[in-house]
């Protein structure tokens, strides 16, 4: 028996309001919330992953509509040296790419993420930083149990202080752009920071309260390699608080391949209003690809503006605008997408998050359509 695609999705999404998931750092609680750096909540040095003690009160105290933030909910207290923390995140999907074959929408139910994060404190200096989980993927290509596990980050910090310089080493995104936790925003997904394109770096840094400089050196992951192939070489992201609601960021990366040469140059920028209840956010790069294949190159370009509102504690909506175009000297071949977001955060730990967004390929002059809606159901120990 086969049910309507709207039968389907009421019972997937049942389900899935019923099982655990999860979500990572959220870049618009910077001067959305009383927090001006990133690196006041998490532990990372240019934020994202792990929350320390204060990102987790406020998880409960500001973000969330109450509930206890402290890990396992304050059921278990960890030892000084050892910090724990998750990512499960699953998600119904309805996707219609609006293709002419007649198929009709694609419905899916999947885990997207599902991470444990540990670190390790070997003094108040030196930390290891783990994340081991499972890959999460709609259709699995590779049906071997090992295939579906992986270890997106694996470093090591030197870090004296919570200001001043910092060392790290190993597999993670360097510090780069608006680091949005939706892989599939283009300023993600066309600038070297896709799904698993974590690459093996060298980063040196300088942090203090009203800018942060971070400089990276990587390789690709020699395990796994995605993204561009073989490519290596520098970042750069320097940012500068200009009072306690805005920030201005400017930044490079220079990334040369196998088969291609990158560079992009961009600017990330920050503004909080109304009491901090409207943020608005965005990003432009200018990049330039240089093909083996393509003698005189070409230029491209992605930008990014957003805006999210606090309707009132534990619920925000946002609203995005997007735009890729991978040449600017040939027509028709831009990208846009348009994106609305609700999210509800009931209790510390969990979040609902409602995605719709539509994308269309031709930039405007009546290219192809595709039109997603997503429910996703987080939850973080």
Same mark, same amino acid.
């Given at each position: 028996?086969?049910?309507?695609?709207?039968?389907?999705?009421?019972?997937?999404?049942?389900?899935?309001?019923?099982?655990? %998931?999860?979500?990572?750092?959220?870049?618009?609680?910077? !001067?959305?919330?009383?927090?001006?750096?990133?690196?006041?909540?998490?532990?990372?040095?240019?934020?994202? &992953?792990?929350?320390?003690?204060?990102?987790?009160?406020?998880?409960?105290?500001?973000?969330?509509?109450?509930?206890?933030?402290?890990?396992?909910?304050?059921?278990?207290?960890?030892?000084?040296?050892?910090?724990?923390?998750?990512?499960?995140?699953?998600?119904?999907?309805?996707?219609?790419?609006?293709?002419? *074959?007649?198929?009709?929408?694609?419905?899916?139910?999947?885990?997207?993420?599902?991470?444990?994060?540990?670190?390790?404190?070997?003094?108040?200096?030196?930390?290891?930083?783990?994340? =081991?989980?499972?890959?999460?993927?709609?259709?699995?290509?590779?049906?071997?149990?090992?295939?579906?596990?992986?270890?997106?980050?694996?470093?090591?910090?030197?870090?004296?202080?919570?200001? &001043?310089?910092?060392?790290?080493?190993?597999?993670?995104? %360097?510090? !780069?752009?608006?680091?949005?936790?939706?892989?599939? /925003?283009?300023?993600?997904?066309?600038?070297?920071?896709?799904?698993?394109?974590?690459? $093996?770096?060298?980063?040196?840094?300088?942090?203090?309260?009203?800018?942060?400089?971070? !400089?990276?050196?990587?390789?690709?992951?020699?395990?796994?390699?995605?993204?561009?192939?073989?490519?290596?070489?520098?970042?750069? $992201?320097?940012?500068?608080?200009? *009072?306690?609601?805005?920030?201005? %960021?400017?930044?490079?990366?220079?990334?040369?391949?196998?088969?291609?040469?990158?560079?992009? @140059?961009?600017?990330? #920028?920050?503004?909080?209003?109304?009491?901090?209840?409207?943020?608005? /956010?965005?990003?432009?790069?200018? /990049?330039?690809?240089?093909?083996?294949?393509?003698?005189? #190159?070409?230029?491209?370009?992605?930008?990014?503006?957003?805006?999210?509102?606090?309707?009132?504690?534990?619920?925000? =909506?946002?609203?995005? =605008?997007?735009?890729? *175009?991978?040449?600017?000297? @040939?027509?028709?071949?831009?990208?846009?997408?348009?994106?609305?977001?609700?999210?509800?955060?009931?209790?510390?730990? !969990?979040?609902?998050?409602?995605? #719709?967004?539509?994308?269309?390929?031709?930039?405007?002059?009546?290219?192809?359509? %595709?039109?997603?809606?997503?429910?996703?159901?987080?939850?973080?120990?």
């Amino acid at each position: 028996m086969r049910f309507p695609v709207q039968a389907r999705l009421f019972v997937t999404l049942l389900a899935l309001t019923l099982a655990p %998931a999860a979500a990572r750092a959220y870049p618009q609680f910077q !001067f959305g919330t009383d927090a001006t750096r990133c690196t006041l909540c998490h532990l990372a040095p240019a934020g994202g &992953g792990l929350l320390n003690g204060y990102g987790r009160d406020e998880s409960a105290d500001t973000i969330s509509r109450g509930g206890d933030g402290r890990f396992l909910h304050g059921w278990w207290k960890l030892p000084s040296w050892l910090k724990l923390g998750g990512d499960y995140r699953g998600a119904a999907l309805l996707n219609d790419v609006g293709n002419s *074959d007649g198929d009709g929408p694609e419905f899916a139910f999947f885990p997207m993420q599902a991470d444990l994060y540990s670190r390790f404190e070997f003094s108040k200096k030196l930390s290891l930083n783990l994340i =081991v989980g499972a890959r999460g993927s709609v259709r699995p290509r590779d049906p071997s149990l090992l295939s579906y596990a992986v270890s997106r980050e694996h470093y090591l910090t030197w870090r004296p202080k919570s200001r &001043g310089y910092y060392l790290r080493a190993g597999r993670f995104f %360097a510090p !780069f752009g608006l680091r949005l936790p939706d892989h599939t /925003m283009y300023v993600r997904r066309y600038t070297g920071f896709h799904t698993l394109e974590e690459t $093996y770096n060298l980063s040196v840094g300088w942090l203090q309260d009203a800018w942060e400089a971070h !400089f990276t050196a990587f390789m690709p992951d020699f395990l796994r390699p995605l993204g561009q192939k073989g490519g290596k070489g520098l970042a750069a $992201y320097v940012e500068r608080r200009i *009072d306690d609601r805005s920030s201005l %960021a400017m930044q490079a990366r220079a990334s040369l391949g196998d088969l291609d040469d990158r560079y992009l @140059v961009g600017l990330v #920028g920050k503004r909080a209003f109304r009491n901090r209840k409207l943020l608005l /956010m965005g990003e432009i790069d200018l /990049m330039r690809q240089e093909l083996d294949a393509l003698p005189d #190159g070409r230029t491209q370009y992605v930008a990014h503006l957003g805006a999210y509102y606090w309707l009132k504690r534990g619920w925000q =909506v946002s609203a995005t =605008v997007e735009r890729y *175009d991978e040449d600017i000297a @040939v027509k028709h071949v831009a990208r846009d997408a348009i994106s609305a977001n609700l999210q509800w955060f009931p209790r510390a730990h !969990f979040e609902l998050h409602l995605l #719709g967004r539509t994308r269309i390929l031709g930039g405007g002059d009546g290219g192809d359509t %595709a039109n997603l809606a997503m429910l996703q159901l987080h939850y973080y120990p």
